[in-house]
Each structure stands twice: as C-alpha cells, then as structure tokens.
C-alpha cells in the first residue's frame, strides 16, 4: 500500500545530507530480489531437561556451561562464517553464548543469545518457584530481544507451559517451549529440529501466546498434553489443532492464535498459589480419602471426573464437597478424557455444580491446575471474583462457542464477486481468497480512517495482524496517520505493536516519523519499544532535528522512550548542537526533560 502524501515528504537534512525514516539500516548482506536481510534477536533460557542432558554413572543429568559451545559447532544452528565476515560479537556487542543461524528462506538472521538457569534441572525437579525465575527472566530480557525460546524436559513441560501462559500478563511476543526426548549430543536425537524450528518461528513471526514445540508442530502451551514417553511425537492438543505446521514451509494457522487485546503492558505475576492439587475421582473412592485430600492448608481443588464431568452420586462424598465449598476451597472438575468437555448432560455432573463444584469446560488438568494457582495467588480479589475468573476464557485455555451470528464468507458481496469470477465456491478457497485480500484492504480502510471496514473484515475471520507486500500493518497505517481511535481498535482486537516492516520499523517508529504524541503514548502504555535495529543512527538524528530546532520531533523521540542525551556521529550530543546553534527554546526543552 502507497503512504500518504506525508510519508513521501518524510525526512530531514543532517549537515547537508538527507536521512529519511524509510531507508533501512546499513546492509550487512543482500537476500533474495536484492532485499536486506533483517536481524532478529532471540533468547533461549535453558532450564535443563534431556536435551542438553550427558550420560552420568547414575544417568543422564544436565550439565552446566556447555550447550552454546556445542550448537557452534553445528552448521544449520551456527552460520560461524557469516558471524565472522560481519564481526558479529563485537558490533552487537555479544558474548560467547550468542550464535546465529543461516539465512532463512524468509530472508532473516536470527541471532540467539543462551542463558542458563543455576541449578539446570531434570523437569522432574521443576517446582512453582522455579517458574518464577522464568517468569523474572523473560520479564528483565523481554524489551531486548524479539522472542523467547525456552528448554525444558519434557515430563513437565505442559505444567510450566501452562503456568507461563498464565503468569505472562497482557503478552506480546512469541515464547516458545521445547526440548527433545534424546540429547543433542547423540548422533540420532529430535533435539537440534526441535531448537531450530522454535528459533525460526520465535524470530520470524509474532505469535503473542506462550506456546510448546516438538516434532514440527507448534501448539498452544496451555493445550498440550505429555501422551508419549519413547516417541519423538511426545505431545498432544486433543481440543486444539496446532497453531502452526513446519513441515516444506512452516504456516501459521492465524485464525487459531490468541491475542490479549488490550492496551496494557506487559508483566508477569509471580505469585502462584502452591496450595492446590489434583484429585482424581476412580471407581470405588472413599469418603475418607476426599475428605482427607480437602483438609488445611488445601485451598483449591482440581477434580478429574469421569466423562463430561461425571463422579458417583454418593451422597457422602458430595457432602464433602459441599463443605469443601463452604469453606472456601475452590473446586474446578475437569474430565479424565484426553477430548471433550465437562457439561451438564448427566444428573451425575449437575449435582458437582449444586455442591459448589466450577465446571472447567475442556481445560487439560496441566492448565486447570496453573489457572487454579494463578487466580488464588491474586489476593486483591474477592472469592467471588475469583470463582468468575476461573469460569473466563483468560488465555485461550478453554474452546469458547461464538455468541451471536458471524458475518460469513459468503456474506459478503465483495468476496463473492471475485469468488464467481475465480470460479471458486469451497470454504477453502474463500478463505485463501480472504487471507490474500484482507493485508491490502485493512490497510487501506487504516488509510482512510473506515472503522466500519476493519470491523467487517475482523467479524469475517480476517487477521488485522497480516502485513500487506511490505510487511506494513493496518497498525503501521493508523499510527502513520494518527489515528487514535483506529490505534486504539486495533490494538483491542489483538493487532500487535511488535510488528515490523519490511524495513525493520514498527508502528512505534511510523508514529515518531509522523509526529503523533497521542499516538506514541498509546503504544508505549501497550509495551511498544523500539528495536535495536531502529535505534542505529538515532544519535545522528536526533543532532538533526536540535540543528533545526525541531521540537516536536525532538518531543516524539522523548515519549518513545529514548534517551536524548546520545551523542552523534561527530560525538556531539543534541544539547550541544543547540547551544552551538544558540537556539534557545531547544536548549530549555532539554533541559526540562533532563
């Protein structure tokens, strides 16, 4: 889509050369049609598990400080020619821990720093505190880095995938889990696949969900269940299909992911409720048993039933329950079966619900039990709310039924135009017509400030996160435009501030091109930071406008969250070429922000 007539004015002189916004950093190498390969940063957080684990007389254990030094000596995992042509290390300032893949056929460099935790762990060994430190580092590194892959063994991994989505408030980037059910370090393991696919789509898409990886497929983290402990398919979605598919190419199935909507930053909540467990009902259980499980210091429950949320109609056992309830233990029932639902179908499952018992709809016990721990480690809220929270949808963990009628497909007048004159009529391919179409027209409803169009395109399936040829989103457009009030749509339904464009610039970026305070701010409240490859130069630039004293560029750089203070090309800082300048309302500007 053509910018407007702003965008193509956009720029400014530094000491008689032009600098505009739109030029792409320096290129450090050419990709595909003549296009600059774009660096991408990600972080992998190795908590231990197999995949990093050497054979000890008493097993296989973790060891310390030497995954890094293996996966440079991998080519798929470690372009060391290009890390070396480029001096890599120096220029971005890394350290022996940091590795960089070959170029992708997307035409990206992503460049993965390794950390580890102290101790690594057998997952065995994985507790609630242990996923605070997780929680604490993707917190710390979250603005450095573009996502996050985290190792882990696979016993638990469903636990801490879950409790993540959970802890991981208001996300916006791509956290992926994994690990492998052999070491990297054999011959034959799914360790060194299993890490690359989850740095390639953790660098080259923006999936705001904690998901799980293995054996090419990506799922939702809170979804995933361990079904297999000796095939390299060790995981399992019963009630969601995978987010994304890596097999000749890897697609995403957009429609699937799922997205905060909201304006607020992002946070983790560290306080997890270790007072709760997992009961599971069989036939022949006794009263004593469930009244022993539901004593002090038990604060929440999650029930595996049978079925759709079945228990024995034993009146004993109910009354437990309800008693359970009256004193403020919370109960969530959830099925043993590996798909379906907890309903109310049977007389059986009705009278859990008259005890007091929280129907958890098709929640894995993985997911009901970190929910469980994450709502009651919320003190600020009464039971009440509580009990309201568990029943909501707070990060895709439960199959919600859309009230009300969606506009379809073949509702709109549009689509079924080109449909006839492509001869097409399957779901399919409407879909594919749809998906092909909905970058351009978004952006161009975006453009002209139509909020009606991007809601008839949001209500028909389309995703207002897709990228038109130039990577540029409907968010790229609005916040180019100053928007506000598309801004604010935009952002409400999902559409992500970490978004970049074929140039590198986010809408972060667009809306201190365009000068649009309201507009920064907005995104900076949602989390928006610009990207290291944005902030090369910006000393240079921010010289540039001091020289011509311009304020309110000086002003939009501020409310990002730069630091004026940076010095230029010739070392000088802002400050220093205003008062050479002897510009006077420049230099108070300065000084009031400092």
Not at 213 to 227: A, E, M, P
Not at 363 to 370: D, G, K, R
Not at 416 to 421: C, D, L, M, N, V
Request: hydrophobic content about 40%; aromatic content about 6%; glycine content about 8%.
């Amino acid at each position: 889509m053509a910018e407007s007539g702003r965008a193509a004015r956009g720029g400014t002189r530094v000491l008689g050369r032009a600098l505009s916004f739109s030029e792409p950093s320096p290129a450090l190498e050419i990709g595909g049609g003549g296009r600059t390969a774009a660096e991408v940063r990600v972080l992998v957080i190795n908590t231990g598990g197999t995949i990093g684990m050497v054979p000890r007389s008493e097993g296989l254990a973790p060891e310390a400080n030497k995954l890094a030094g293996a996966l440079a000596k991998i080519p798929i995992l470690h372009d060391a020619t290009y890390a070396k042509e480029t001096k890599l290390y120096s220029r971005l300032a890394l350290g022996d821990d940091s590795l960089v893949l070959p170029l992708s056929k997307e035409n990206k460099r992503i460049i993965y720093t390794i950390i580890e935790l102290s101790p690594l762990l057998d997952s065995a060994n994985m507790t609630p505190a242990d996923w605070g430190k997780i929680a604490k580092c993707l917190e710390t590194n979250y603005e450095k880095h573009d996502g996050f892959v985290i190792l882990h063994g696979t016993d638990t991994m469903a636990y801490t995938a879950s409790a993540l989505s959970f802890m991981c408030e208001n996300l916006g980037k791509t956290i992926i889990l994994t690990g492998s059910q052999v070491p990297i370090y054999e011959l034959r393991n799914d360790g060194r696949s299993n890490l690359l696919g989850s740095l390639l789509i953790a660098g080259q898409f923006v999936i705001p969900e904690v998901c799980l990886y293995f054996y090419n497929k990506l799922y939702r983290g809170n979804r995933v269940t361990k079904v297999d402990a000796e095939s390299f398919n060790a995981f399992s979605s019963p009630n969601l299909p995978p987010l994304a598919n890596a097999e000749v190419d890897i697609t995403i199935n957009w429609e699937t992911v799922w997205r905060s909507n909201t304006t607020k930053k992002f946070e983790v909540h560290t306080n997890m409720n270790c007072n709760v467990g997992l009961l599971r009902i069989f036939p022949g259980i006794t009263t004593a048993a469930v009244k022993a499980f539901l004593q002090s210091p038990v604060e929440g429950v999650v029930l595996e039933t049978y079925g759709s949320g079945n228990a024995p109609n034993n009146q004993d056992l109910l009354e437990e329950l309800k008693k359970a309830t009256d004193r403020n233990i919370v109960i969530l029932n959830c099925t043993q079966c590996l798909r379906g639902s907890v309903s109310l179908v049977y007389a059986t499952g009705k009278t859990l619900m008259d005890a007091g018992v929280i129907p958890g709809a098709d929640m894995t016990p993985e997911a009901a039990l970190a929910k469980l721990a994450y709502v009651l480690g919320k003190p600020q809220l009464s039971l009440a709310e509580k009990r309201k929270m568990l029943n909501e949808n707070l990060r895709g963990e439960i199959t919600v039924v859309p009230i009300g009628t969606r506009i379809t497909l073949k509702d709109s007048k549009f689509i079924q135009g080109i449909s006839k004159y492509l001869c097409i009529s399957r779901k399919e391919e409407l879909e594919a017509v749809r998906d092909a179409l909905t970058p351009a027209l978004a952006c161009a409803a975006a453009k002209t400030g139509d909020l009606d169009a991007l809601k008839a395109l949001q209500n028909m399936g389309g995703n207002l996160s897709s990228g038109d040829y130039d990577g540029r989103t409907p968010l790229h457009v609005a916040s180019c435009e100053g928007n506000l009030e598309l801004v604010t749509y935009l952002l409400e339904s999902g559409a992500t501030v970490y978004a970049k464009d074929r140039f590198g610039a986010t809408p972060l970026m667009n809306a201190i091109k365009f000068r649009h305070p309201d507009v920064i701010s907005l995104l900076r409240k949602t989390g928006a930071h610009l990207s290291s490859q944005e902030l090369v130069n910006v000393g240079t630039e921010l010289c540039s406008l001091a020289f011509n004293g311009d304020i309110d560029g000086l002003t939009a750089w501020h409310l990002a969250g730069v630091n004026l203070n940076q010095r230029g090309y010739d070392g000088n800082t802002p400050f220093h070429v205003a008062k050479k300048m002897g510009n006077v309302e420049v230099i108070t500007f300065l000084k009031s922000i400092s």
